[in-house]
């Protein structure tokens, strides 16, 4: 099966080795995205929804960037520092879902980058290629 790999303009050097989104047969894998800059700077530091908004506004970017929109996640893995900024993930998440919602879990971790508070990766379907 072909794959496409998704990189939006503007992407900065990845901190490992990966791509921000595989599309393959349809379905688009945007990798686990950390509130981070060009540089690999974490962003908003001690915000959590600041950095949720930048995370989510890096997936849209992957998603569109492969032809699609937030309406076609289906499926989002989410990772937290701590509990206490999960209201703050939640306001910010549901701006970027209004309607039905992508299926999801979350749960608490330590995160590769010390100061990011929140890592989601995604999955869209996109539909079969023509």
Request: aromatic share 8%.
């Given at each position: ?14 901190i ?8 393959a ?22 915000d959590a ?17 492969a ?17 206490a ?6 306001a ?6 209004p309607?039905?919602?992508?299926a ?20 869209a ?6």
């Amino acid at each position: 099966m072909p794959k496409t790999v998704v990189i939006p303009p503007g992407t900065g050097k990845p901190i490992a080795p990966y791509v921000p989104g595989t599309l393959a047969d349809g379905v688009l894998y945007v990798s686990g995205t950390l509130p981070l800059d060009a540089e690999a700077n974490v962003v908003h530091e001690g915000d959590a929804g600041a950095q949720t908004r930048h995370v989510l506004e890096t997936i849209k970017g992957v998603v569109e960037a492969a032809g699609g929109s937030m309406d076609d996640v289906t499926f989002n893995h989410i990772f937290l520092k701590d509990w206490a900024d999960y209201g703050a993930i939640n306001a910010v998440y549901a701006e970027y879902f209004p309607g039905e919602k992508p299926a999801r879990y979350c749960i608490q971790c330590g995160l590769v980058k010390p100061t990011a508070l929140v890592e989601i990766a995604s999955v869209a379907h996109l539909g079969k290629p023509a």
